[in-house]
């Protein structure tokens, strides 16, 4: 199970986001976007999943291409987009927004209990921690076959970020995360893909080792 880009090429209006970018992700695995902000990072999260259209290139699922393909039908053969921001259905409740989800409630709050007590509530008025949570429990219970999040544990506390790296980890996919840093859960020996964009290009692919032995490396 891969997921590719094939010198993907995407434009804001006369601007360039992504400039012929090459990279692939296989599954089941970690692989890691790595860039600041206005790197490319999260366009090239959105050119996978079909919510931007690439001006040239191609997205590669298992061998087929799917550029052409549509966001929902990508969505309808399994592969999961959380976005950085509005990520969940704000005027819903947290119950209401896991009632979404093809994996219900249990499996949601089996990966984030911290969410039960929150059922009630309105997504729109948890903490940005916790929508990020809400977002993720839908993902992670969702059984999808390609899992792609911008940011996942942006505003979480410590310990609920390790538990969602491990989560991410232990899933059966393709999981391809958009990150400013290395995260340190996953610069351990395991196995993760590493990308590191500038400005629309790739500047480096490896492993986490190798990135932290290269000067200004972003872990």
Do not use: I, K
Not at 90 to 111: I, K
Not at 114 to 134: D, H, I, K, V
């Amino acid at each position: 199970m891969t997921l590719a880009l094939r010198h993907a090429r995407v434009r804001y209006g006369p601007l360039e986001a992504l400039h012929g970018v090459t990279l692939t992700a296989p599954g089941p695995g970690l692989t890691v976007l790595l860039g600041r902000n206005g790197s490319g990072r999260s366009t090239a999260l959105r050119a996978l999943a079909g919510t931007v259209p690439l001006a040239a290139g191609a997205v590669v699922w298992d061998g087929a291409d799917v550029t052409r393909l549509p966001a929902y039908e990508r969505a309808r053969r399994g592969l999961c987009l959380v976005p950085e921001r509005q990520a969940v259905f704000g005027s819903l409740t947290v119950r209401e927004n896991l009632a979404l989800t093809p994996g219900g409630e249990n499996a949601a709050l089996a990966a984030y209990p911290q969410l039960e007590p929150l059922l009630p509530r309105r997504a729109g008025t948890l903490s940005g921690g916790e929508q990020r949570m809400l977002a993720l429990a839908r993902a992670l219970s969702a059984r999808a076959r390609a899992v792609l999040v911008d940011e996942p544990t942006q505003g979480m506390a410590p310990a609920v970020a390790a538990r969602t790296y491990a989560l991410l980890a232990s899933l059966d996919a393709c999981v391809v995360l958009a990150e400013q840093r290395l995260p340190p859960a996953l610069s351990a020996p395991r196995t993760v893909v590493l990308y590191e964009l500038r400005r629309g290009t790739v500047v480096f692919s490896g492993e986490a080792a190798e990135l932290r032995g290269r000067p200004n490396a972003q872990g």
